[in-house]
């Protein structure tokens, strides 16, 4: 029992160090590469040495005139850190505005450079969701209008803060400015355009071959023929366009009743009285039931 533990204490301890002698390897790359734009690092272990793969926006600056900046950078990274064989590869990154440690950088040279932070958190958000993004959110820390420190965030589409989505379509970067009061942190968190969430739904429609003999037959039933519709809508269309008995014929005078308030029954009276010729019967009824 006391050997177990042992061997699993000297196996936790080795995956600490390795841990750390990545994160170390990334600040420097980090630091040494920031003209051309740092993107990203993945690390590997082959049989033939330790694999770096450097994202860069601009690889040209990473690997200078015929070679000799990243063949510096490999003797310093062999030197400093002790790995074997290194051997470092710089791709450029697809779409600089999606990639999350990019744009905090270029936030932070512009925070720098004196922009406002709300409008370079503004900027910086619309880019990144005019680049295809589903969904950013920027977070500016520090003394941001005075003494006293504050966070001010820009979210902007749809973000996941925790759970499997947030580990497998979240990208993350950090950057600090540094400026006359203190430093300012900038953090952005993408997530891709690729991203498929668990709510995501998708309506397949199914093609005959799919779906089976059973399912068509079924949908054949539902659906009349066009021959018997149109054989029901023919004689509708006949008695629309047949002439009425009579159609040609004046229309019988009809007298309609009209309900008349007390008010108006007065009113009407008056006039009556003004407008009856001497010598002319009218015949009105005045009955609150209407008039004739």
């Known amino acids: 029992m006391a050997t177990s533990a042992k061997a699993e204490r000297r196996k936790d301890k080795r995956i600490v160090v390795e841990n750390v002698r990545r994160l170390l390897l990334k600040e420097y790359l980090l ?4 003209r051309a734009g740092f993107g990203g690092l993945d690390i590997q272990r082959t049989p033939m040495g330790t694999r770096v793969t450097l994202i860069a926006e601009r690889p040209g600056l ?17 030197r400093k850190f002790n790995l ?4 470092i590869e710089v791709q450029e990154v697809a779409n600089p505005a999606l990639n999350a440690q990019i ?7 512009a925070l720098e450079r004196g922009w406002h ?20 959110i920027v977070v500016i820390a520090g003394k941001l209008t ?3 420190h504050r966070r001010q965030k820009f979210p902007a589409g749809h973000i996941k803060y925790c759970g499997e989505p947030r580990n497998t379509w979240m990208r993350t970067g950090f950057a600090i400015a540094r400026m006359k009061p203190g430093v300012i942190g900038v953090t952005v968190r993408v997530m891709v355009p690729e991203a498929k969430l668990p709510d995501d739904i998708t309506i397949k429609v199914l093609t005959p071959a799919e779906a089976g003999p059973a399912v068509v037959e079924a949908a054949e039933t539902r659906t009349p023929p066009a021959d018997a519709t149109e054989e029901t809508a023919a004689p509708a269309r006949v008695e629309a366009g047949a002439e009425q008995p009579g159609s040609g014929l004046v229309a019988e005078e009809v007298t309609e009743k009209v309900k008349m308030s007390k008010v ?6 008056k006039v009556l009285k003004e407008v009856k010729e001497p010598g002319v ?12």
């Open 264 to 269: 108006a029954e007065k009113k009407l009276k």
């Open 84 to 87: 074997d064989n290194p051997q």
């Open 62 to 78: 990473v690997i200078g005139r015929k070679g000799g900046a990243i063949k510096a950078l490999t003797d310093a990274v062999e």
């Open 103 to 109: 744009m905090a950088e270029k936030l932070a040279n």
């Open 117 to 136: 932070f709300r409008r370079a958190g503004h900027s910086t958000v619309r880019r990144i969701m005019e680049a295809g993004a589903r969904g950013c």
């Open 31 to 34: 630091g040494e590469t920031r």
């Open 281 to 292: 019967e009218v015949d009105v009824d005045l009955k609150k039931g209407g008039k004739k």
């Open 146 to 148: 005075g003494h006293r």
